[in-house]
Nanobody
Framework: QVHVVESGGGLVQPGGSLRLSCTASGIDFVPYNAGWYRQAPGNQRELVALITRVSSTTYADSAKGRFTISRDNAKNTVYLQMNSLNVEDTAVYYC??????????WGQGTQVTVSS
């Protein structure tokens, strides 16, 4: 069975930092791309950051300069370091682990709330 589990969400004040973790089990993580998406109430799910199997990265404009995505293949884990958080970052953050045309797995999400 394949499982993708996110952790690290919580409540943080504006300007604060948070690091999200996503761990995949039941697969060989190495050939997979991984991404972080988020969805706020009433909004569509959007891509925040993507890291490929060769560690190339892509960021949404709203995340550039503030967020950093990374991966540790030995731990089957992808991270999202979030700095300078603001209220607009409040959302449920989802991890996606995908191998094009072969497999696509989603986690259940972790809540990030930025509030004073």
């Amino acid at each position: 069975q394949v499982h993708v589990v996110e952790s690290g969400g919580g409540l943080v004040q504006p300007g604060g930092s948070l690091r999200l973790s996503c761990t995949a089990s039941g697969i060989d993580f190495v050939p997979y791309n991984a991404g972080w998406y988020r969805q706020a109430p009433g909004n569509q799910r959007e891509l925040v950051a993507l890291i490929t199997r060769v560690s190339s990265t892509t960021y949404a404009d709203s995340a550039k300069g503030r967020f950093t995505i990374s991966r540790d293949n030995a731990k089957n884990t992808v991270y999202l370091q979030m700095n300078s958080l603001n209220v607009e970052d409040t959302a449920v953050y989802y991890c996606n682990v995908a191998r094009s045309t072969i497999a696509n797995y989603w986690g259940q999400g972790t809540q990030v709330t930025v509030s004073s």
